[in-house]
T-cell receptor
Framework: EAQVTQNPRYLITVTGKKLTVTCSQNMNHEYMSWYRQDPGLGLRQIYYSMNVEVTDKGDVPEGYKVSRKEKRNFPLILESPSPNQTSLYFC????????????FGAGSRLTVL | DAKTTQPNSMESNEEEPVHLPCNHSTISGTDYIHWYRQLPSQGPEYVIHGLTSNVNNRMASLAIAEDRKSSTLILHRATLRDAAVYYCILRDVWGGADGLTFGKGTHLIIQP
C-alpha cells in the first residue's frame, strides 16, 4: 500500500531533550515536507525537500532541523525542544508533477513539558 | 498563492448531497484548484483537483465557475464518514518548491 509512515505517533518529552520524528514514504516521491498543525492556525509548513540532499525552509522553520540522505526518508529533528513546539506534526510527499497532489502521514502528536 | 474563502462550517443530513463553496476571486490562469479533507485524528487526504473543466472521481465532483473565481465541491450522497474539515486550496501549476497553503477550511457536520 502506498503510504507515508511517521513515528512516533505520540510522544511526551521534556524541554531540551533532543528528539527525532521519522518519516518514510514508499512511493519513490522526490518531494517531501513537514507541517505542524495548531488550533486556530491551520497547517503551516516547517521544511521541505525537493530531492535527496536538497532541503529548504518553509514558513515556520525555527527550532527544527531536517535531513534528506535517502529519497524515502525525511526525519524532523528537534535539537532542544521547547513547550511552544507542542503540536501535531504531519509529513507529506508528492511526485514531480504539476498537480502537486500530496500524500500525508497519519500525524505525530508531540507534547513538550 | 492566491487566497481562498470558505464558510467556517456547514451542516447536512446523511444521504443528501452536499455542496461546499469556495471563492477565489484572485485566481490566476495557471492556478489549479485543489480540495483536501481532514477526518478527525487523521492527516489531510486528497479529494479532487481541477483547472478549468468540471471533474468527477469516486469521492466527489468539482464544479468550477466559468470565470474560475469560485468552485464547489459536491459530495453526492453524504455519509457520517464524510464529516471532516474540507480545505479549498489554489496551487500554481508552475509552482515548484513549496507546498500547499492550508487555510482554516470548512467544518462539515453530517447529521444522521
Amino acid at each position: 500500500e502506498a503510504q507515508v509512515t511517521q513515528n512516533p505517533r505520540y510522544l511526551i518529552t521534556v524541554t531540551g531533550k533532543k528528539l527525532t520524528v521519522t518519516c518514510s514514504q514508499n512511493m519513490n516521491h522526490e518531494y517531501m515536507s513537514w507541517y505542524r498543525q495548531d488550533p486556530g492556525l491551520g497547517l503551516r509548513q516547517i521544511y521541505y525537500s525537493m530531492n535527496v540532499e536538497v532541503t529548504d525552509k518553509g514558513d515556520v522553520p525555527e527550532g527544527y532541523k531536517v535531513s534528506r540522505k535517502e529519497k524515502r526518508n525525511f526525519p524532523l529533528i528537534l535539537e532542544s525542544p521547547s513547550p511552544n513546539q507542542t503540536s501535531l506534526y504531519f509529513c507529506a510527499s508528492r511526485d514531480r508533477d504539476g498537480a502537486n497532489v500530496l500524500t500525508f502521514g497519519a500525524g505525530s502528536r508531540l507534547t513538550v513539558l | 498563492d492566491a487566497k481562498t474563502t470558505q464558510p467556517n462550517s456547514m451542516e447536512s443530513n446523511e444521504e443528501e448531497p452536499v455542496h461546499l463553496p469556495c471563492n477565489h476571486s484572485t485566481i490566476s490562469g495557471t492556478d489549479y484548484i485543489h480540495w483536501y479533507r481532514q477526518l478527525p485524528s487523521q492527516g489531510p487526504e486528497y479529494v479532487i483537483h481541477g483547472l478549468t473543466s468540471n471533474v468527477n472521481n469516486r469521492m466527489a465532483s468539482l464544479a468550477i465557475a466559468e470565470d474560475r473565481k469560485s468552485s464547489t465541491l459536491i459530495l453526492h450522497r453524504a455519509t457520517l464518514r464524510d464529516a471532516a474539515v474540507y480545505y479549498c486550496i489554489l496551487r500554481d501549476v508552475w509552482g515548484g518548491a513549496d507546498g500547499l497553503t492550508f487555510g482554516k477550511g470548512t467544518h462539515l457536520i453530517i447529521q444522521p
